[in-house]
């Protein structure tokens, strides 16, 4: 692997097995690395936010509509769509999703078989 400019970098062994890499950027690098990181920050902080502010909103019409017009949208079949004037149109739709706790308990054998670990970046700020 080629890298360009100044590259510093120690590895942290357990049972001599890199577990940390630490990379030392160059001082010219460190200010943008770090905004980047910052940006990071923040960007995780809103969408955790905004998911919040949605769920709180969907529950807030659900409960209306439980509350004072007797429908339970939990309970609507596949298909159906909930249309209150000028605030929102809900559309039960449907969504196919593999049923691995099922699986799981009907064929174990199996399901060990098809087992594999993933490689997950999860970018954890410093700043």
Not at 89 to 111: G, N, Q
């Amino acid at each position: 692997m080629a890298y360009k400019g100044h590259l510093r970098c120690f590895d942290l062994l357990l049972h001599n097995r890199p577990l940390v890499k630490t990379f030392i950027p160059a001082a010219e690098e460190l200010e943008s690395l770090q905004k980047a990181a910052i940006s990071l920050d923040r960007a995780n902080d809103a969408m955790a936010e905004a998911k919040r502010a949605s769920e709180a909103a969907k529950e807030t019409i659900a409960k209306w509509l439980r509350d004072k017009r007797e429908v339970d949208i939990d309970k609507l079949p596949i298909g159906e769509l909930v249309h209150i004037d000028d605030v929102v149109m809900i559309e039960i739709a449907r969504m196919r999703k593999f049923d691995s706790t099922l699986f799981h308990s009907e064929k174990p054998e199996l399901y060990q078989q098809y087992q594999r670990d993933l490689a997950v970046k999860k970018f954890k700020p410093l700043v």
